[in-house]
């Protein structure tokens, strides 16, 4: 007992038709940039937070926010300091996908992070962007959702419900390099959030969530600022993720949040009053998140680590909130795939500027490695986009970027529903889908969205023929970046040979886990 602390042509067919001259053409070149080691150079910190489920509209700093409901005066600040992407995308919008592909630099399909609730595997991944980190000798620090264990789903018989137990994540490899650690594996409790540090026995905070991690944050980078070694922290808060109600709220943040929200273009007017709160309960979160980025930043400031700190802010995957009918992420529109990402490093990355690369959660590691003057190694799939951050002229430029999802629940090996499983091609201006199977339901098998034209999304160009070849041009880049992938675009059923009876990892697209 836990005690309470205080403080298919078939799949083979298709993927054997690829045109060779397609897989040299796919992408342009993507050298890796060398470490920027100067006389001098002294090894940044890193502070690494990412929100779960925060659209990147939210934020003012993109501009054209489409939700112009509350105002993000910390990140926009955080954006005037630094660069923001006007491109970043998760590429796998789920929780465990996006989290496996930032710390391995692998697709999905490589690391074998496909579903929600599986062991990462040390064997498979030995080489994740925290030991990069520590070989280098950083000092590693996790606080927030980890969501790359199996928790209670290794253990169906449990009384409790398996999103919640077995939330411990003991010390060693199963902590994929991080040393220090004030973490659960997934919970939802956040207005009585409750942890784990090296002992089987949940820390129960006095605050919200996400306040109580803004203080372990700092708290964290106060006991190093002295030390002689630099740190690596990743801060994962759990808001703004459902559920979407009064009370999971923090308080006092409801009543700052109109009741009378802007909603897209995409929303149905069926859907609006019948979410509205649904909505108000988000924006919430999202505000008190942004003040919690104001706190590290001021933080920052006032201690003179923002000297030598490279920040950087993103979110796993957005929420649709209405788009198109839906609700949740999952699915290849915008509103789920779009994320805020922004990256300062006072003095070194030039602040205020935009740029359009295209940038995956692959591409963290060996970017982020890059900046720091670690090598890269080899074996990931993420390109280094340094010289992006840099803003640098000249600079490789890659073209499109595969997207996708493998199973069609959360949690659980399924086909079909609740969502389809699909896979696409993003080159920044154009999204192209196909959906693996479509029951009777309003899809279309393909679909094609020109995202300057039409940025919501609303008019499917599959069937236009003034865009046959660019749909052909996408259908053959989606088979090019399937095989790089080693991608046969299986049902989800086929995944739950991936993983043994506990959720540990024992295959992945590239063949069995070395035992």
């Keep these: 007992m836990r005690r309470k602390i205080k403080d298919r042509v078939t799949r083979r067919e298709f993927m054997r038709s690829i045109p060779a001259f397609l897989a040299a053409a796919s992408v342009a070149s993507c050298s890796r940039s060398e470490p920027p080691k100067k006389p001098g150079f002294k090894p940044p910190n890193v502070l690494f937070i990412f929100a779960d489920q925060l659209r990147a509209d939210i934020c003012g700093a993109y501009g054209d926010a489409r939700f112009k409901n509350i105002r993000t005066p910390h990140l926009d600040r955080l954006a005037g300091q630094g660069v923001t992407f006007t491109n970043a ?34 064997r498979q991944n030995p080489d994740c962007i925290a030991h990069i980190y520590a070989r280098n000798d950083y000092e590693t620090a996790f606080i927030g959702k980890w969501h790359l264990a199996a928790g209670g789903w290794k253990n169906p018989g449990h009384t409790e419900s398996p999103d919640i137990a077995d939330n411990f994540v003991p010390p060693g490899p199963a902590r994929l390099g991080f040393q220090y650690w004030a973490a659960n594996n997934f919970h939802v409790d956040f207005n009585d959030y409750w942890y784990f540090r090296d002992e089987d026995t949940r820390i129960y905070s006095e605050k919200y969530e996400t306040d109580s991690q803004i203080d372990q944050a700092i708290e964290y980078m106060e006991s190093r600022k002295d030390s002689d070694k630099p740190f690596f922290l990743m801060v994962a808060p759990h808001p703004p993720h459902p559920p979407f109600r009064s009370t999971h709220t923090p308080a006092g943040y409801l009543e700052e949040v109109t009741h009378d929200p802007v909603w897209t273009p995409n929303v149905p007017e069926e859907e609006k009053e019948k979410h509205r709160e649904r909505l108000r309960c988000y924006l919430a979160m999202c505000k008190n998140l942004d003040d919690g980025i104001g706190r590290l930043l001021e933080f920052l400031d006032e201690s003179g680590l923002s000297r030598n700190t490279i920040v950087v802010f993103t979110s796993d995957h957005g929420e649709m909130h209405g788009s198109h009918g839906r609700y949740n992420k999952k699915v290849p529109f915008a509103e789920s795939v779009d994320i805020p990402l922004f990256m300062r490093w006072p003095g070194v990355i030039p602040a205020g500027i935009k740029v359009d690369d295209l940038y995956t959660p692959m591409d963290h590691l060996p970017t982020l490695s890059s900046l720091c003057g670690l090598s890269i190694p080899d074996g990931i799939d993420g390109v280094d986009l340094s010289a992006a951050v840099m803003n640098r002229a000249g600079r490789s430029v890659r073209n499109e970027v595969l997207m996708g999802t493998y199973v069609s629940g959360y949690n659980t090996f399924t086909s079909g529903a609740p969502f389809l499983e699909w896979r696409g091609v993003h080159t920044g201006r154009w999204t192209y889908f196909r959906w693996l199977r479509r029951p009777e339901r309003a899809e279309a098998a393909e679909e094609l969205y020109d995202n300057e034209a039409d ?29 790089k992938a080693h991608d046969d675009f299986l049902p989800g059923t086929a995944y739950a040979d991936w993983y043994d009876a506990d959720r540990n990892l024992i295959r992945t697209a590239l063949g069995p886990v070395p035992k």
């Design 89 to 122: 995308l998760s590429t796998a919008p789920k929780c465990t996908p996006f989290r496996g592909m930032l710390m391995t630099g692998k697709y999905p399909t490589h690391s074998g992070l496909v579903v929600n609730f599986v062991h990462a595997s040390p």
């Design 455 to 483: 940025p919501y999304q609303m008019t499917n160009l599959v069937a236009s023929a003034d865009h046959s070849e660019r749909l052909d041009s996408l259908r053959n880049k989606l088979t090019v970046l399937l095989a």
